[in-house]
């Protein structure tokens, strides 16, 4: 058994714990899977590098309704794709040569381990390992649901589906949350033909009803949506194509040349083996962890195990991995001053075409909250073409939604749809964060004219608080 000072189990948002304070101490970094995790090298930024050339692609379609002809003559699948990898295989690949190669203290270890203890681990080649600290940063990872033919090898999940030789002309998305919007998004701008089929009645349906009754309005204009259905099948054609058929309400059947399932990811606790070394875990199998990120067993934190991220989590947020990682590094080497992770305004974007951004309470939520609470609420709900920037874009759609508590004037939830929500909402999240109240937000400092944020600033002004 190898001893070390701190062991790490997983390289996303993992990696980022080995910094200086662990220099000269024996460290043990530890996944099986590709270097850098989820999010540099099948997640947040593939994704958005495929969202941008998208976003250009539906721009030729825009640009007409404002006397801009252009025409989108190709879409070179094979040159954006190698574009993307060849920036993000070089960063996983120099990521690792340097903690494989350049630091003395680091050991990688390129192996699944499990746990054999709370602070011990065996690789699957039977190395064991065993640390004073260990910190569980192992993720997810996508389901896959119990359909026959989920394994054939035109059904992809978002780790394989970027990586695809060709675009597919025709393409099923099996789920309707974040990953099948962002996916249909993708492939629908560069000319695949998308269908979705979603098991519930609305696309984003864990967001405000207001952005997924209005996002559902939009998907259901720009791709081919099947609501309140499941896929039943998957069969390959002769032609190498795939049968789908759906089951639900009315059975439906087609023929695509792709399958994407994106019907969510379950924390990978099984593998890791947690439950048998009887940590505990909710009802999701996420680790469960007190707010200075220390992982419990029956109730109680366990000295020196931490989680962070997807494995510990219900966000799934780069960022909040992230935000978790900054709590759990400090607090390694600070165990008389622990810090506690702030998971009070997290806010998330999907980036679509348009884009959806949100942070706080959903109105049902803030209801629910001032009925147990003895508060009312006050919501305003602001067009983007009712700002002058709106005006200029022709746009229809857009909006932003804020909900505030009557008396207080506090910003209890921010819901946007429509062009660049995700950086609409910043100065929302600024204020929920630091406890700025609506009136002050709005009427405290200049808005800049006639740009986009005006819309943010004209919503506050409608809300009917004191
Ligand atoms: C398609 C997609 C798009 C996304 N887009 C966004 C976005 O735009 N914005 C955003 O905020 N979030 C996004 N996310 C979510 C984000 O990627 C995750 O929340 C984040 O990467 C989680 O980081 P993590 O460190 O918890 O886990 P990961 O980065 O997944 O790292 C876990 C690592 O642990 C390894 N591992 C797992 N089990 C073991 C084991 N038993 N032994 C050894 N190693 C193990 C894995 O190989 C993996 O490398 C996206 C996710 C996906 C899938
Ligand atoms: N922009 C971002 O921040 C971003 C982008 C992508 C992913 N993510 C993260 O990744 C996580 C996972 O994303 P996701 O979209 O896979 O999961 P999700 O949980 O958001 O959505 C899963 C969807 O699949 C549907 N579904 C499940 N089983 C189905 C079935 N058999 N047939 C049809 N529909 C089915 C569900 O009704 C749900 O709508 C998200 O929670 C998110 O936090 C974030």
């Given at each position: ?359 706080g309470l959903t109105e049902a939520e803030a209801l629910a909250k ?42 209890l939830g ?53």
């Open positions: 058994m190898t001893h070390y000072d701190l062991a790490i189990v997983g390289s996303g948002s993992g990696n980022s714990l080995i910094n200086a304070d662990w220099d000269g101490r024996k460290v043990a970094l530890i996944d099986g899977g590709v270097f850098g995790g989820t999010c540099l090298n099948v997640g947040c930024i593939p994704t958005k590098m495929f969202v941008f050339p998208a976003e250009l692609a539906t721009g030729a379609q825009e640009a007409q309704s404002l006397g801009v002809d252009l025409e989108l003559r190709d879409v070179r699948w094979r040159a954006i794709r190698d574009r993307i990898f060849s920036r993000i295989d070089a960063i996983s690949r120099d990521g690792r040569r340097y903690r494989a190669d350049e630091l003395d203290n680091v050991t990688l270890y390129e192996e699944y381990v499990r746990f054999t203890g709370e602070k011990t681990l065996v690789t699957a080649s039977g190395e064991e390992i065993h640390a004073d600290q260990v910190v569980i940063a192992a993720g997810s990872r996508a389901v896959l649901p119990d359909i026959p033919g989920i394994t054939l090898p035109q059904v992809h999940t978002s780790d394989t589906i970027m990586r695809l030789e060709e675009l597919p002309a025709r393409i099923l998305i099996i789920g309707g949350g974040y990953i099948a919007a962002e996916f249909a998004h993708i492939f629908g701008a560069f000319g695949s033909a998308v269908t979705v089929v979603n098991r519930s009645g609305s696309l984003l349906r864990t967001l405000d009803e207001t952005v997924s009754e209005a996002f559902t309005a939009e998907a259901v204009r720009q791709w081919d949506v099947v609501l309140n259905h499941t896929v039943a099948s998957l069969t390959a054609n002769d032609d190498g194509s795939v049968h789908a058929v759906l089951d639900g309400t009315e059975g439906q059947e087609l023929d695509v040349d792709v399958v994407l399932v994106a019907a969510g990811r379950v924390p990978n606790t099984d593998r890791l083996g947690a439950a048998d070394v009887g940590l505990d875990l909710d009802p999701e199998g996420r680790l469960v962890v007190d707010g200075h990120q220390r992982v419990l067993r029956d109730g109680s934190p366990i000295d020196g195990l931490w989680a962070l991220g997807d494995v510990s989590n219900r966000f799934q947020l780069k960022h909040v991995a992230n935000h978790e990682a900054r709590i759990v590094a400090h607090n390694l080497t600070h165990p008389d001053s622990l810090r506690t992770s702030d998971h009070r305004f997290v806010p998330a974007a999907v980036f679509t075409h348009p884009q959806v951004a949100v942070v001032a009925e147990a609470e003895g508060f009312e609420i006050t919501v305003a709900v602001q067009q983007y073409g009712s700002t002058a920037f709106g005006w200029a874009m022709e746009d229809t759609t857009g909006f932003v939604k804020l909900i505030a508590h009557q008396r207080t004037g506090m910003i921010a819901h946007i749809m429509g062009h660049e929500a995700s950086m609409i909402i910043q100065p929302v999240i600024q204020a929920m964060s630091f406890g700025l109240d609506a009136q002050t937000m709005a009427s405290g400092q200049y808005w800049i004219h006639p740009a986009l944020t005006e819309v943010v600033e004209n919503a506050l002004l409608s809300l009917k608080t004191g």
